[in-house]
Structures are given as structure tokens and as C-alpha cells.
């Protein structure tokens, strides 16, 4: 069984203008895929590759995927069971996900995160669709 998530973000720190929140998640904590409104299950080495990709590369926030620039990226942790452990918690405290912190330069998408337009952090980008099956 495949699940489905809302993603909202999470903290929202107004004197400093930076927004808090997952911005994707591969696995749920009882290690079930998660599916996005697309239908598409990400899977973690994918993910993590995009993702480190992403912060050594861009770092740049948009706003609904069309214009650029009008945030930076602040803060990124890719959560994996393994870095979990290492930071003395248990494998399966936060789902394998990704957690993004954004400082917002631009008035207008700032007064969306606000008012609560903007609810929710939303990645893009390109790949391949390939079936898959688990254990295959």
C-alpha cells in the first residue's frame, strides 16, 4: 500500500523572512513509499543524488515553478535511517525525507507565504518514469 502526504511548511520566522519545511519525502516512517499528486514514488538514492545536486548547483527558490530568484536556499538535511542513528536517534524518528529552509528576498511571494498562499514547499525537476516493482 502506497501513502500520500501533505507537506505543509512548518516554521515560519518573520523577522528573518525564512520558511521551514519538508520539501519532499522518499519513504514514510514504517518505510512505505510515499506517492506524490503526480502519481510518482521517489526513490531515496534518486532523490538524495537530485537533492545534493540541487545544493551544490542552485540553491535558488521560485515561486510556483515559473519565476526564479526570490528565495535562497538556508538550510538542507537529507534524512536517511543511517543519519538518523548517527545522531543518536531511533532510524525511524522522521520519515527518509528532505527538510529545506528558505529565506524569501521577494515582497510579493513573502506576502504569500504570510497569508498562507504559499502553504507548502513544492520541488521540480526532470527525469525519467520507469515502472517499478517492489523487491524486484
Same mark, same amino acid.
Given at each position: 500500500e502506497?501513502?500520500? #502526504?501533505s507537506l505543509?511548511?512548518?516554521k515560519?520566522d518573520e523577522?528573518?523572512?525564512?520558511v521551514? +519545511?519538508?520539501?519532499?519525502v522518499?519513504k ?5 513509499d #510515499?506517492v506524490?499528486?503526480? +502519481?510518482?514514488? #521517489? ?6 543524488t ?17 519565476r526564479?530568484? %526570490?528565495?535562497?536556499l538556508?538550510e ?5 535511517t543511517?543519519?538518523l ?7 525511524d524518528a ?5 527538510? %529545506?529552509?528558505?529565506?524569501?528576498d521577494?515582497?510579493?511571494v513573502?506576502?504569500?507565504v504570510?497569508s ?5 514547499f513544492?520541488i521540480?525537476g526532470? +527525469? ?5 516493482e517492489?523487491?524486484?
Amino acid at each position: 500500500e502506497k501513502a500520500t #502526504l501533505s507537506l505543509p511548511i512548518t516554521k515560519i520566522d518573520e523577522a528573518q523572512r525564512k520558511v521551514f +519545511g519538508f520539501a519532499s519525502v522518499a519513504k514514510l516512517a514504517d518505510g512505505s513509499d #510515499l506517492v506524490d499528486r503526480q +502519481g510518482d514514488v #521517489l526513490h531515496s538514492p534518486s532523490m538524495q543524488t537530485a537533492v545534493y545536486t540541487y545544493v551544490l548547483d542552485s540553491r535558488d527558490g521560485g515561486e510556483m515553478h515559473t519565476r526564479r530568484g %526570490v528565495a535562497k536556499l538556508c538550510e538542507s538535511v537529507y534524512f536517511t535511517t543511517e543519519k538518523l542513528q548517527a545522531m543518536g536517534l531511533p532510524g525511524d524518528a522522521i520519515p527518509e525525507s528532505w527538510w %529545506v529552509g528558505f529565506q524569501v528576498d521577494d515582497d510579493d511571494v513573502w506576502q504569500g507565504v504570510t497569508s498562507g498562499k504559499y502553504a507548502a514547499f513544492s520541488i521540480a525537476g526532470l +527525469g525519467s518514469r520507469e515502472d517499478y516493482e517492489e523487491g524486484a
